[in-house]
């Protein structure tokens, strides 16, 4: 309760204090200037007013603000927080509603306003007090705040010390004295007296960017806003309607007769001088300021609403008088130029400063702005120095509110910018001249309307209005001649890059010379020059050669985009014009570096000395070019535009001697072959039809002198040459025409022909060595002659393979052996018959093509195509004319070609065949293995030598007699050819050269000589047994024949079993092959067939394979004393001596076993086969092999035996109880070696059939039944052969005649028993079984 009461005192307290007569004392108490007073009434001030709005705004009638302004002292803080909390609050205006509007300005709304300056205001109200404080006692002189103690002390002191009059006296003279409030007038400041304030800034200091760089500015849309706000005030400002003399009556202000105007009451007069510019006004010339302070003063403390309300009226008057004359003093009548100038420089150093952060933000000023930049075609006065200064600033704002923004550009547009800007640019350029320095203010103006339109170009809409700009297009392209303005060139050559988007505007800068402007700019550039500096390339004292390098490049990127080159920003139409005169000037790949973006690189070659395959340039070309740009930019049209007809029919006369083709010189390509070509595609597709051309005029030319020779009679002719060559490939002559010219072609006599043919030689002769030199460092471009009309100019330069021809033939070879590596050249070349005779004929008649054609062919071999011309058309003739020489001598490199060449066409899949019987008709079998087989060194070589082996049979004698058939058979077939037909070439039946017709020959092999010399390394043995086999069983089948029949020779069918035996023998491996192929089936049966024709004498033959088991057949007593074996039984040995070699193989074994219905089973066969004399051992060493553990399909033999009784025949064999120890040899006609092996055999053939398997039981059964059988299984029956029988190669059928000792039996002879059977005997006697064993 006690605090609460004392709160309330203190209220009362502070209400009763708030009253006139208490506040007036601490009020007054600041009059003193003692820094203690002075602090306290301060602080009791503002705690009076605090929560007390009737205090707070009648503060002002105490003269309080007065009273604290003219304290000298420097602690301020109290007073600032005084000041701070009600200089805004007071209604000094009249009524308390004033107080409180926040819509007037700072100055208007304060009641410090008019007596401090607005910066200080702006502090107290942002800042706060002690930032007031601090610049209040603060010298300061910056964009912000202007303000020195010489302001403070001689200025705001002594104008409110005159304002408060004799008053601060008598307050110390009577302390009850009371102030009456009276107005104070504005106090002047000659420090701001040109000064403009904005927002927050002075402006004319911050556009003092020597004295302050780089002031910083915040608030940058708010300042922006407060600039524009101003800058329309300002245009819309009008001179007041109170004249002066008006003025003067409401001041009172006495006006003598001395000024002239006394008597006249008319204002109008006045106000016209006003009107006029008038800066002071005669009625008040000499009336002093302080008279004018002191008289408003009077007024304003008389009819104050505060003292009289009913004087409110008259002291608006007052006031509105006092500032009428105060404009006139201060020269403030109407809009002002200075300071429309100073808030276009305002605005300019904010964009250009801050461009980005109102970059977001539409600019409003542009009616304001388009009006300050319009002049009148009559105008001569525009670039006055009044004027000039505002053109400049509006320009410079113009530009950069279109840098900063996309929208502002398009607004500028919108409100008819560009005519008023290109009216603007075409009056100054009428002023402007190259010489013109920067500085001037026609070259700024200039400069910023160019870098204006540089940015607004970029719209469709603005280069729409810009075609229709009269004179628009010639003033931007003169703009660059302006070398010292070198922004103004930059943005002339940006507007340039950025009009050419448009057709018609390039059609326009065409015709108004760009290319005579810009073109000199890219001879300027210096690579040497710092880069480091163009940022300063626009401002006095700037690197003048960096600047001429930015001019370069900007105008090679003009260039490019005029010629449609490239497209960046905006896409530029193609223009034809522009492009081929550029390629002219600049030669193609120069230009075409405009094209690839490439400017540096394009700027340093313009100005260095070069010579490359694209590049042919030095300070002749450089000379030539800008003497011709000089006089064409003096060759003006009657309507003053310009002609390019000139430009593109440009030709450099020290290039006039260089054969150029797309972009590349040919002479220095040829001379630098690994230049890596920029375009290789264009280029090769350049050169070949560089090529046809030449090709085409060549040869009608050359048909052209034809005719001429032919129709001259023959005693006039000079020379007479072989016609065919010329006209092999003409393909407008029809055959009948080439036929009736087939005799001689006349060379022409005309010396001028001649002539254009050495130059059409030597023009194909380099063009050729430069297309042979890009496909070998681009072989990828072979895939342009993947179609077969792109083959023909190459196939054309075979026209003529004459010694006026040159090195063309050889170096079309040479591009088309490159083309060689890709498949669908190849696939093209082929395509066309006639292409492939040519190259095939070229081995003929064109010595020095020859390894070329070799290279080409040997290329092609793979293809069918090459394949049937080489065997259909005797290209295998021109070929085999290299590889066996008559009379020419040609290097042995030719000839292994040509022989690989034919080694790879007859190993070419379709036709190969084909060609290798050509071959075989001029060739042994051998040599055409040996081609076929590879290489072709080893085929000349094999060609030369003598060679007599089982493959090869060959000597000096038949190359040289075959050499020279195929040299007039090639002849022959040339001349038939080049009559102009397609001659089918026949084969000849054999040529002559070819030894040993008769002699066996096998699969390329010899048969005779080959069973000399079994181990000579055949080049394909499983050919030669296939051969063999082939052959043998044709051969045995033959035999078959009666005489009537003509049988054919029964030695055949030996000699081929020899050489199969024999084979066999040292190559194991094929007996497998042998199987496979089945040929086992067809031996078993010429076997079996060849035992059938046996014919015995007695009339009880049965067949071995019908006997019934436990039965044999037996031959009758004293049939084995015939004659020797007959043919038919010498065939039989020869396939059972096969299939004893086969049996080796378990394929062939198993081939044996498997039998189809009707074939002749093998085991009874061979067990029929025991009885043959001289096959028994064979036959038993047969059944031992085909009954190995290893064959799969034994079963099915040992079930044959068992069927027919095998196994009780072969024990019969080795019961020595049938007669005796000799008894069995002389019914077998075996001797004792034989006697011994046989029976070694049989043991062991029935131990093979005892062997685990399906019928295994059974056999053992009958085995173990016998008798003999268990006097034979237990022993080691090696005993009875031979020492050397274990190491035989051929087994132990060879030692029935390689041994001769009596072998003696290790076993005791049991008691004697009837005899099981007997065995058939042969025919054969020991000689002729001797005779076979030899020739194995």
Known sequence: MTEWKRMRDIRELRWAMASRIAVLTPVQALLTGEPGIVEGAAALLKAVVTRNPKAMVRLYNTGVFYFALVYAGSNLYSIANLFAMTHGHQAFHGGEEAAVSSSLPLAKRSVLGGILPESLLYVLERSGPYAFAAAMISDSDTPEIIWTHKMRAERLIDQVLQHLGDFPQKLSQHCHSLYEYAPMPPV????????????????????????????????????????????????????????????????????????????????????????????????IGRVDEEKLKRQYRKLAMKFHPDKNPEGREKFVAVQKAYERLQATLQGLQGPQLWRLLLLLKGQCILYRRYGDVLQPFKYAGYPMLLNSVTVDKDDSNFLSAERAP??????????????????????????????????????????????????????????????????????????????????FVEDVVHCTELEFASAAVDASLQTIALLTASSELQDSLLKAGVLWYLLPLLLQYDSTAEENAAAETHGVGSNVQIAKNTHALLAARALARLAGYCGDEISTPYNPTAANSLKALLTPKLSDMLNDDLSKELLTNLISNLESPEIIWNSATRAELLKFVDKQKSCQCPDGSYDMQDAQLFKYKSLSKEIQVGSVYLRVYNEQPDFEISQPESFCAALLQFLWKLVEDRKKMLESNIHEVLEEPLSNKEAVLDISKSLETIDDMNEEDCTRQEEVVVESADEPASVKDDNLVNKLTIGLTSLQNLLTSNPGLAVMFSAKEQLIPLFECFIDTSASSGEVPQLCLNVLSRLTTYAPCVEAMVADRESLLLLLQLLHCAPSCRPGALHVLYALASTSELGWAAAKHGGVVYILQLVLPVQEEIPLQQRAAAASLLGKLVGQPMHGPRVAIALARFFPDGLVSAIRDGPGEAVVTALEQTSETPELVWTPAMAASLGAQIATMASDLYREQMKGRVVDWDLPEHASGQEMKDEPQVGGVYVRLFLKDPKFPLRNPKRFLEGLLDQYVSAVAATHYTKEMQPADPELPLLLSAALVSLLRVHPALADHVGYLGYVPKLVAAMAYEGRRETMASEDVKAANHCQPGEFWEPEYGESNLGSQTSQERVRLSCLRVLHQLAASTTCAEAMATASTGTPQVVPLLMKAIGWQGGSVMALETLKRVVVAGNRARDALVAQGLKIGLVDVLLGLLDWRAGGRHGLCMQMKWNESEASVGRVLAVEVLHAFATEGAHCAKVRNILNASDVWSAYKDQKHDLFLPSNAQSAAAGVAGLIESSSARLTYALTAPTPQPALGRLPTSRTTQADARDEASTE
């Not at 001395?258 to 008038?278: C, M, P, R, V, Y």
């Not at 502002?408 to 350029?429: I, W």
Request: proline share 6%.
């Open 188 to 283: 002047t400041y000659p420090e701001l007296q040109d000064e403009m304030w904005c927002h927050r800034y002075y402006l004319r200091n911050l556009c003092d960017e020597i004295r302050f760089p780089g002031w910083p500015i915040v608030e940058h849309v708010e300042f922006l806003q407060s600039l524009l706000a101003m800058w329309r005030e300002e245009l819309t400002r009008r001179p007041m309607d109170l004249s002066e003399e008006e003025a003067c009556k409401i001041l009172e202000i006495p006006l003598d007769d001395d000024g002239g105007i006394g008597d006249d009451a008319d204002g109008k007069h006045n106000n016209d001088l006003e009107e006029d510019g008038s800066i002071k006004g005669k009625l």
């Open 390 to 471: 505002l053109l400049v600033a509006a320009s410079e704002l113009t530009w950069l509110t279109c840098v900063s923004s996309a929208l502002n550009g398009e607004e500028l547009v919108r409100d008819g910018g560009v005519p008023l800007l290109a009216t603007l640019l075409s009056r100054c350029m009428c002023v402007v001249q190259p010489s013109t320095p920067s500085t001037e203010p026609s070259a700024m103006i200039v400069t910023n309307v160019m870098q204006t339109f540089a940015c607004v170009s970029q719209f469709p809409s603005a280069r729409s209005e810009m075609l229709h700009c009269a004179g």
